[in-house]
Nanobody, 122 residues
Framework: QVALVESGGGQVQAGGSLTLSCTTS????????MAWFRQVPGKERESVAA????????WYTDSVKGRFTISRDVAANMMTLQMNNLLPEDTAVYYC???????????????WGNGTLVTVSS
């Protein structure tokens, strides 16, 4: 049973934009943090952005600051990642994740989507 589903991936030229969405089921992670991660084949998965349940606390990895914006609509059980000025090095599979316990934004995430591929060509 899939609890998180990503959409919005695709191919874009450098400098372009994409919006990723993560739709959640009405699961136990309501009230807790959610995040976006990405992984390039052969490399470790890295955190991209995270957002608290309230939306008042947000974190970005340095390489996406000023280009990516994370947001969530708790009523719609949805989280988005607006990605602008994309670079070839942003190419990766992007995963949506959620916590099921009250941890900090940079701590363990328990529920994961299957990922959506973003390809940025130069």
């Amino acid at each position: 049973q899939v609890a998180l589903v990503e959409s919005g991936g695709g191919q874009v030229q450098a400098g372009g934009s994409l919006t990723l969405s993560c739709t959640t089921s009405d699961g136990p992670f309501k009230g807790y943090a959610m995040a976006w991660f990405r992984q390039v084949p052969g490399k470790e998965r890295e955190s991209v952005a995270a957002i608290a349940w309230t939306g008042l606390s947000i974190w970005y990895t340095d390489s996406v600051k000023g280009r990516f914006t994370i947001s969530r609509d708790v009523a719609a059980n949805m989280m988005t990642l607006q990605m602008n000025n994309l670079l070839p090095e942003d190419t990766a599979v992007y995963y949506c994740a959620a916590q099921t316990l009250p941890r900090g934004l940079l701590f363990e995430y328990d529920v994961w989507g299957n990922g959506t591929l973003v390809t940025v060509s130069s």
